[in-house]
């Protein structure tokens, strides 16, 4: 601390200095002719004689990752965050004055160069400056070139240092940018409608998890910031709306781990007169396309593995705990997933947290959690999930115990969630009343009572499939993140003990 004090003295003085030189100390724009990513674009492929025939003049500016002075001359990186560029200053191409204010910059700094772009004996291209300028003096030290900023909760704490001195980190937001554009391309292709719908709910509905709540002043009443964007979706379908999606914030008052932030991205879309054996089709095209399109191809490093876009699963999820259960527990069939006294067994001997309460049903999702999950580590897709854990999902027309839902999988964890809608009132009224009364047993994830939701079902809604992508977790795969925090610009954290 006595050190970064020092520091931020020493750089308020070349502050002061500056101003003594006559320089704005934080000038309002700088016109420049080039990107510094624009300039190695439009000149990499020139070589030296070349750039000495043209002497072509450019303007860039950026930030000082590297600061070489030696003499009456010295040299600069500067980059723009994506790219950089050597800058070669010499006391007699820039004056005396204009040298005295290249003295003055630190790394980190914000400056513009005028000058010449040409190739230096060992090839690499540089700005010969006629002109340096300031834009913004960096008061504060960056983290030590070597070893760069590598404490993780300071990188999320300060993801802008982190941006600075780990160009990789950008690389990562770039793709996820790209992620995102590619999943609005596609169900904008496919006749899609992006809509935009509440964030504060009065009833928070559409998922099983806890809600955030706020308070509403004027109106005096507590509202739920959003879990998830299906029953709003699902109105619009009422509405008339056939084929409709929405990508934004969710927000669930849940634990942080490396799979979990509170505040998180999801896609969510629904598509009339069709049901979930349609988004299993529509999902593998989906993704397959996203992972080339951001990754160049469909084998993707992750971790240890090498995921393969091009060769999917569909396991439903008994055939997923009967093929995943642990060869050292004694053999079970399909026979053994059905009954809720074989499931407590198969619970316990799986070493599987459960209420006495739970039903078949929600014994049979424990199960496999703990069983099958881990192992779903290539493009997996895990259906017929139990009608008890599947509140707004149509029952199989055989089997009235089973949903018809289904779950993507992917590096072992789940990256999507779909299912043919529930669009009968009466028994969407009774589900609800079914998940009121495990509110009452002290579930605080089950599902509220939506009487209005209700109401626009009693209007008619078509067959409809509905499906949410987690844009964070998908972005995790495709960029080979262990942690979720890695693809969050500003992950949530514990507030600092003391003042900056």
């Known amino acids: 601390m006595e050190n970064q004090t020092n520091i931020l003295e020493q750089r308020q003085g070349k502050l002061a200095e500056l101003a003594r030189l006559g320089c704005e100390l934080y000038p309002h724009k700088f016109d420049h002719t080039h990107t510094v990513s624009g300039a190695r674009a439009a000149f990499e492929a020139c070589d030296a ?12 500016c950026g930030r000082i990752l590297s600061l070489r002075p030696h003499g009456k001359a010295g040299f600069m990186d500067v980059s723009d965050g994506e790219s950089r560029i050597q800058v070669y200053v010499r006391r007699d191409f820039v004056g005396q004055e204009n040298f005295a204010l290249f003295k003055l910059f630190d790394l980190g700094d914000i400056i513009g160069v005028e000058g010449t772009v040409f190739r230096t004996h060992t090839g690499e291209l540089t700005v010969s400056a006629t002109q340096v300028f300031h834009l913004a003096k960096n008061l504060l030290p960056l983290p030590e ?24 980190v950008r690389s990562v937001f770039a793709k996820r940018s790209r992620i995102i554009r590619e999943i609005r391309n596609y169900l904008d292709g496919h006749g899609y409608t992006e809509v935009e719908t509440p964030v504060l709910q009065a009833v928070a509905g559409g998922a099983l998890a806890r809600p955030f709540i706020t308070h ?6 507590d509202l739920y910031m959003r879990i998830a964007l ?4 699902k109105r619009l379908i009422v509405g008339g709306i056939p084929r409709v999606y929405e990508l934004g914030r969710i927000f669930r008052n849940e634990g942080i781990s490396t799979r979990h932030n509170p505040e998180f991205t999801m896609v969510e879309f629904y598509q009339a007169y069709s049901d979930y054996r349609d988004l299993m089709d529509l999902t593998e095209e989906l993704i397959t396309r996203v992972a080339e399109a951001v990754t160049g191809g469909r084998q993707v490093a992750y971790g240890e593995h090498v995921l393969d876009f091009g060769s999917w699963r569909r396991l439903t999820m008994k055939e997923a705990v009967l093929e995943f259960w642990p060869a050292s527990l004694p053999a079970i ?43 779903l580590v290539q493009p997996t897709i895990i259906y017929d999930h139990p009608a008890e854990t599947s509140p707004l999902s149509k029952k199989k027309a055989d089997d009235p115990a089973t949903a018809e839902r289904f779950e993507l999988y992917i590096a072992g ?20 009343e079914e998940q009121l009364a495990a ?19 009693s209007y008619g809604m078509p067959p409809t499939a509905g499906e949410g992508i987690g844009i964070d977790r998908l972005t995790m795969v495709l960029t080979n993140s262990q942690s979720v925090r890695e693809v969050i610009l500003f992950p949530l954290l514990r507030p600092e003990t003391a003042e900056p």
């Open 49 to 60: 004689a070349a750039l000495d025939e043209k002497k072509e003049s450019v303007r860039v």
């Open 439 to 457: 509110r009452g047993r002290g579930d605080e994830e089950a599902h509220e009572m939506d009487h209005d939701y209700i109401r626009a079902l």
């Open 413 to 432: 964890m789940e990256i999507a969630n779909a299912y043919s809608e529930l669009n009968d009132p009466a028994e969407q009224k009774a589900r609800f």
């Open 145 to 168: 070139k070597w070893h760069g900023l590598t404490d993780v909760e300071t990188r999320f704490r300060q993801r802008y240092v982190d941006l600075i001195i780990n160009p990789e």
């Open 333 to 375: 069939t399909a026979e053994d997933l059905v009954s809720v006294e074989r499931l407590r067994e198969l619970a316990g001997l799986a070493h599987t947290k459960f209420d006495p309460a739970d039903g078949a049903g929600k014994l049979l999702s424990l199960v496999f959690e703990t069983v099958a999950e881990e192992h």
């Open 230 to 233: 299906e029953l709003y979706l």
């Open 216 to 221: 509403h002043n004027a109106l005096d009443i």
